[in-house]
Every structure is written in C-alpha cells, then in structure tokens.
T-cell receptor, first 113, second 114 residues
C-alpha cells in the first residue's frame, strides 16, 4: 500500500508565480521528509528536507511546510522559473527502522513563460 | 566532485538471461541503496548497505535478485533469469554520515526485458 501519496499527477504554473506541490502520508512513524526533483533520463536530485520536529524549512526559492496533525507536507517554489519544470517526488522515512525512502508517485510541474 | 555513477545506462535482456548492474557511489559514502522505479511510479526500495554489510534487503522482490558490495564501495545488483516484470529503471543512491538522511542518486540503469 502506498504510504506516501501525491494526488496531483501534474501542475502547470506561469513563470514568476508560486508553485505548490502537495504530499500526504499515512505512516505516523515517519519522522523525516524530503523532496526530490527529477529531469528525464536523470536520477532524482535532492532538493530540500524537513525533520518532524520542525514545521517549516526554507532554502532560497524553496520552502517545505509540514503539518504533522494532518500528515501533510507541501513544497512551495517562489518565484517559479521555466527551469523548475520537472517531476517532483515527495519521500519519507522512519529513522528508527532504517533509512529506506518511501516515495510518492511524483507530480509533473510545468512552468510556462 | 564526482557524483554517483551507474553502468550500463541501458540494458536489453532476453527473458531468462542474467544481468549485472553496477553502481559507483560518491567516494567515502558509507551507505548505499538500490531502488527500482517502474514507469509512472516513484522509486521503490530494494536493499541497503552500510559499508560492506547488507543491513536491509526487505525490498528485494524475489530470490532472483541479489546485491553485493564486497569492499564497501562499488556495488552490483544481479538479477537472475530475468522476467518481463523486471523491466524498470534501477537507481543507486549513496549517503554520507549516518546522521544525514539525504540520499544522492545516480542516473539509473534502464533495464528492458524482451
């Protein structure tokens, strides 16, 4: 069963606007969350992460928000740029039971000029 | 510095053949992971090494899948008697210190079983 869900397969945003990618999880034991970006024919590239003891982490144009009670996290990209067009994967792990990442199915982001 | 490299990038195998996929992690990285990514899906965990020790192989789908990392650096994922359902991209990732959870991925090997 899918423990990490990205319910929007695709998202289209205009350049300069905010992109919001959402992710839900079901396993309350997850305590670390990561976002990866993937271009075609390349491996996923680490973008940003957040520990369950925080509710926000910011790195430049990228901010991740975590709502533990709702088991929901989101990635905000502001401002969006055409080079941000890629597939974004949400991943989670339970650090007490190993280091395997549990991934969602991904959201394909298209940023149009 | 050099990232994670994988070879071959593409592999076509006839059903029933054995294949070996290689991963060179980032130099000095202790942890190494293998994932399988089917079309339209996210990567799924296969197995994890810390140095040469295989600490978790719970994701290997069958006993036809075998992974090794004999000297704690390069790793090989071997699939015996390949089946069509084995067609996927096989991703290798490495990670440095134990307190770091970020994993750095290679470009993957796309395996097609005909």
């Amino acid at each position: 069963d899918q423990q990490v869900k990205q319910n929007s397969p695709s998202l289209s945003v205009q350049e300069g606007r905010i992109s919001i990618l959402n992710c839900d999880y079901t396993n309350s034991m997850f305590d670390y969350f990561l976002w990866y970006k993937k271009y075609p024919a390349e491996g996923p590239t680490f973008l940003i992460s957040i520990s369950s003891i925080k509710d926000k982490n910011e790195d430049g144009r990228f901010t991740v928000f975590l709502n533990k009670s709702a088991k929901h996290l989101s990635l905000h990209i502001v401002p969006s740029q055409p080079g941000d067009s890629a597939v974004y994967f949400c991943a989670a792990l339970n650090s007490n039971s190993g280091y395997a990442l549990n991934f969602g199915k991904g959201t394909s982001l298209l940023v149009t000029p | 510095g050099a990232g994670v490299s994988q070879s071959p990038r593409y592999k076509v195998a006839k059903r029933g053949q054995d294949v070996a996929l290689r991963c060179d992690p980032i130099s000095g990285h202790v942890s190494l992971f293998w994932y399988q990514q089917a079309l339209g899906q996210g990567p799924e965990f296969l197995t994890y090494f810390q140095n040469e020790a295989q600490l978790d192989k719970s994701g290997l789908p069958s006993d036809r899948f075998f992974a090794e990392r004999p000297e704690g650096s390069v790793s090989t994922l071997k699939i015996q008697r390949t089946q069509q359902e084995d067609s996927a991209v096989y991703l290798c990732a490495s990670s440095g210190a134990r307190i770091t959870y970020e994993q750095y991925f290679g470009p993957g090997t796309r395996l097609t079983v005909t």
